[in-house]
């Protein structure tokens, strides 16, 4: 049975992980050799220069010299992602990936009317990179720790605010979750991305938010912003003293902003196979991985079974909280 407070996300490789990928790569065989045969296509679901589109880039340039072949990126955005999936999902080329976020583990709750079912019409390849995310407060509000949050939406309900980069995104479903195990009624004040929600908080124009280590960790660090907690399985190296979830109150309350790849459902398992190790050693370059993590990211690079199974309990995780909570698009 799945642990009814979601998953613990693949851990971090080391040098066993990429001493897999790199006996992995003559196993294949030969068929897997002869692919791809031309060039590839990744669509990345979000504007250049966001985090899927670095992380996209980075494995896709590995790509261009470990397969032979170049592999054209592709940025299609809108409606959370769901627009570029479709158009994976969709792809019968053979040469199509793509890049996917945390929008992919609650789009069928979000969207009823999609124009493919993840689990039918998509292989998930492997998680790339992920960043645990921070409960953060403005300048002004009481509270120097989860208790004392806890404690003072609870003295005013329907009065506290917390902003986040959409609806239904990571920033927004952690904070559901917490209202949730705390009986928190809090109003959701929802942005187009994260510069305008950062922007209010530090204007003072919302009290609180969920956002990824990367994204908040200088305005902590100057004094601007006050970190309550850090929503992984172990403390951030940079914010030492600044505890978990579980370390503060609810056990199992790990929230990740994520970057997978994945493929259409097609795409034949050993070419699954080879993408995985190649980005596992795109991954493990000394430039990427230092970029990645100087940036505030944690490097991943999983196998195809360990990206889906962290992608089937993502979903059933937000997936959940979507429908209980009532949460909709339309407002």
Known sequence: MSDPHGPRL??????????????????????????????????????????????????????RTALGQPCVVENRTGANGTIGYAAVAQAIDGHTIGICTNGMATATALYPRLPFD??????????????AQLLVVRDGVPARSLAEFIAYA??????????????GS???LAMEELAERHGLQMVHVPYAGLPPAK??????????????????????????????AVAAGRR?????NVPTLAEAGPPNAESYA????????????VHAMRLAAEAQAALALPRTRGALEAAGFEVVGSSPEACEATIR???????????????????
Request: charged share 25%; hydrophobic share 40%; net charge positive.
């Open 313 to 331: 309990e993502e979903t059933e995780r937000w997936g959940g909280i979507v429908r209980r909570r009532g949460i909709s698009l339309n407002g």
């Open 154 to 167: 609870r003295e005013k309900p329907g009065e506290v605010t917390y902003g986040s980069v959409g609806v």
């Open 10 to 63: 693949a851990p971090r490789p080391g040098r066993r992980s990429v001493l897999t990928a790199a006996l992995l790569l003559p196993a294949l065989g030969v068929h897997a050799a002869e692919w791809p045969d031309r060039p590839l296509r990744m669509i990345i679901p979000f504007a250049a220069g966001s985090t899927p589109d670095v992380t996209g880039r980075a494995v896709a340039e590995h790509y």
């Open 258 to 269: 994520w970057n997978a790849l994945f493929a259409p459902r097609a795409l034949p398992e």
């Open 199 to 228: 922007l209010d908080l530090l204007g003072g124009r919302i009290d609180a938010m969920f956002g990824s280590a990367p994204a908040v960790l200088q305005e902590v660090k100057e004094g601007r912003l006050q970190a309550l």
């Open 170 to 172: 990571a920033s927004h």
């Open 118 to 131: 993840p689990p039918r019409d998509l292989r998930f390849i492997s998680l790339l990179t992920r960043a």
């Open 236 to 240: 951030d190296p940079a914010l030492p």
